[in-house]
């Protein structure tokens, strides 16, 4: 999906900007170009994301369910570079890395050369407006 949408406007959920804000409240030391595994993975990274994910159980369908979320974003989904994580902080990495920039360089590259033409003012499909819940937003990305 990064490869053909700008990741600047790029929404994954309705709750993008509460997502986000929320993410920077709480981890904003957190470096999201190259996550840290002890970062999601550890005891001590499980306390501090508990109350994050929980907050957000009512507002993203299957908000803890199981995804697969790239550990250096200037790579592609390969084995050596994926961790599996919950889909809220699949959503809060990648909702962090596309406002920060972090996702330009994949979307520049992979575009380069390319050009598309869009009119999505006229499309009826989801992923032309950007805006993805369900499962639609793992299987596209």
């Not at 902080?89 to 992979?110: D, K, M, P, W, Y």
């Not at 380069?112 to 805006?131: F, M, N």
Request: glycine share 4%.
């Amino acid at each position: 999906l990064i490869c053909s949408v700008d990741p600047r406007f790029l929404k994954l959920t309705k709750e993008d900007d509460q997502i986000y804000a929320e993410f920077r409240e709480q981890f904003s030391d957190m470096k999201v170009d190259i996550v840290d595994q002890e970062e999601l993975k550890s005891d001590a990274a499980k306390l501090r994301w508990r109350p994050f994910c929980l907050q957000f159980e009512a507002l993203v369908e299957d908000f803890n369910y199981g995804t697969l979320l790239r550990l250096d974003c200037s790579k592609d989904y390969v084995e050596d570079n994926t961790i599996f994580a919950t889909r809220i902080q699949f959503f809060a990495v990648e909702i962090a890395r596309n406002r920060e920039g972090h996702n330009t360089a994949l979307h520049e590259r992979s575009t380069k050369g390319k050009t598309v033409s869009i009119d999505v003012a006229s499309t009826k499909h989801k992923e032309a407006r950007g805006y993805f819940t369900g499962e639609e937003s793992i299987a596209h990305t």
